[in-house]
Nanobody, 126 residues
Framework: QVQLVESGGGLVQPGGSLRLSCTAS????????IGWFRQVLGKEREGLAC????????YYEDSAAGRFTISRDNAKKTVYLQMTSLGPGDTAVYYC???????????????????WGQGTQVTVSS
């Protein structure tokens, strides 16, 4: 079983950057695809990006493509989300999760994931 903890959120000005981290404890971290999601109060959890267990395959939803980069360091049991050109629309709580199924390609639907962390708040405001 894997437990995930997100960190790195905070207040950033429009146009700024942040790097989020998703750090795991437990076993078999490198067995799982990891996804980054975000959620605004009252809305569904939105998928942003996914990375394969071996850090070779990545997929981005339109809201993240070109601005966000997902990567992982299995030796550190950590997945990163580098975010640039942030705008007020990126304000949300950001979560990472493990894909429930063995790797067969990136998925970004929240219902496919579990082992969610507690989330980290990102606020983009001047």
């Amino acid at each position: 079983q894997v437990q995930l903890v997100e960190s790195g959120g905070g207040l950033v000005q429009p146009g700024g950057s942040l790097r989020l981290s998703c750090t795991a404890s437990g076993s078999n971290f490198d067995y799982y695809a990891i996804g980054w999601f975000r959620q605004v109060l009252g809305k569904e959890r939105e998928g942003l990006a996914c990375v394969s267990p071996n850090n070779i395959d990545r997929y981005y939803e339109d809201s993240a493509a070109g601005r966000f980069t997902i990567s992982r360091d299995n030796a550190k049991k950590t997945v990163y989300l580098q975010m640039t050109s942030l705008g007020p629309g990126d304000t949300a709580v950001y979560y990472c999760g493990t894909d429930r199924a063995p790797w067969s390609g990136c998925r970004t639907k929240a219902s496919f994931y579990n082992n969610w962390g507690q989330g980290t708040q990102v606020t983009v405001s001047s």
